[in-house]
T-cell receptor, first 114, second 115 residues
Framework: AQSVSQHNHHVILSEAASLELGCNYSYGGTVNLFWYVQYPGQHLQLLLKYFSGDPLVKGIKGFEAEFIKSKFSFNLRKPSVQWSDTAEYFCAVFSSGSARQLTFGSGTQLTVLP | DTGVSQDPRHKITKRGQNVTFRCDPISEHNRLYWYRQTLGQGPEFLTYFQNEAQLEKSRLLSDRFSAERPKGSFSTLEIQRTEQGDSAMYLC?????????????FGPGTRLTVT
C-alpha cells in the first residue's frame, strides 16, 4: 500500500525566511503528486501538482516543488514566506496502479511570524 | 464558479443516532470521493464514485456507513448508529472526466460531533 510521510509536523518561520517542507512517498510505480493547502477556516485547495515532465513544478503564490524519483520525494519550497502563508500543508499521492484515491500525509502546520 | 458544496457544515448528534450528509460536486465532474479527516491527520479515503457507480470502498467504511450517488450528480453519506469514534470532518471531492486528470477539488466538509 502506498503511504506518504511528512516529517515536519509544525514549522515556525519569520517573514521573508525560506521554506522547505519535506514529503516522501512509498510507491514504486507511476505516481501523480500534489500539495494541498488549508488556510485557517477554509477548505483544502490545490497548491501545485506533478504529473510528468519537468520535475520542478511551480504552483500558486510563489510555491514550487521538486520531484526526485530516486529519493521518492516531492518537497515544497518557497524562497520568501509571508504571514499570509500561515496554513496547514498536505502532500498527497495518486497512483493510477492502485485504488483511485489520494493518499495524504499527516500535514505540516506552518506558522509565519510577522 | 461554484465549487464543491457540502451540507450541513456542522452536525452534532447523540451516539446511536443516524446521520446523513450531502455533497454536490462541481458541475460535470463525473468522479466523486468521500474522505474522513481527524485532528492532526490528513484526509483518509472512504469511497469513490464514477458517475453513479461506487467503484472503490475503503476498509474504513464499516457496515454502518453507506454512500450513494443515485443519478451521478449529488452524493449522500449515511452513518447509522453513530459512535463517538465517528466524530471527524467528512470531506467530499470531485474531479473531472478528462483522461489523465486526477486532481481533486474539495468541499468545505461536514464536521460531525457524536456526543
Amino acid at each position: 500500500a502506498q503511504s506518504v510521510s511528512q516529517h515536519n509536523h509544525h514549522v515556525i518561520l519569520s517573514e521573508a525566511a525560506s521554506l522547505e517542507l519535506g514529503c516522501n512517498y512509498s510507491y514504486g510505480g507511476t505516481v501523480n503528486l500534489f500539495w494541498y493547502v488549508q488556510y485557517p477556516g477554509q477548505h483544502l485547495q490545490l497548491l501545485l501538482k506533478y504529473f510528468s515532465g519537468d520535475p520542478l513544478v511551480k504552483g500558486i503564490k510563489g510555491f514550487e516543488a521538486e520531484f526526485i524519483k530516486s529519493k521518492f520525494s516531492f518537497n515544497l519550497r518557497k524562497p520568501s514566506v509571508q504571514w499570509s502563508d500561515t496554513a496547514e500543508y498536505f502532500c498527497a499521492v495518486f497512483s493510477s496502479g492502485s485504488a483511485r484515491q489520494l493518499t495524504f500525509g499527516s500535514g505540516t502546520q506552518l506558522t509565519v511570524l510577522p | 464558479d461554484t465549487g464543491v458544496s457540502q451540507d450541513p457544515r456542522h452536525k452534532i448528534t447523540k451516539r446511536g443516532q443516524n446521520v446523513t450528509f450531502r455533497c454536490d460536486p462541481i458541475s460535470e465532474h463525473n468522479r466523486l470521493y468521500w474522505y474522513r479527516q481527524t485532528l492532526g491527520q490528513g484526509p483518509e479515503f472512504l469511497t469513490y464514485f464514477q458517475n453513479e457507480a461506487q467503484l472503490e470502498k475503503s476498509r474504513l467504511l464499516s457496515d454502518r456507513f453507506s454512500a450513494e450517488r443515485p443519478k451521478g450528480s449529488f452524493s449522500t453519506l449515511e452513518i447509522q448508529r453513530t459512535e463517538q469514534g465517528d466524530s471527524a470532518m467528512y470531506l467530499c471531492a470531485s474531479s473531472p472526466r478528462l483522461a489523465g486528470i486526477y486532481e481533486q477539488y474539495f468541499g468545505p466538509g461536514t464536521r460531525l460531533t457524536v456526543t
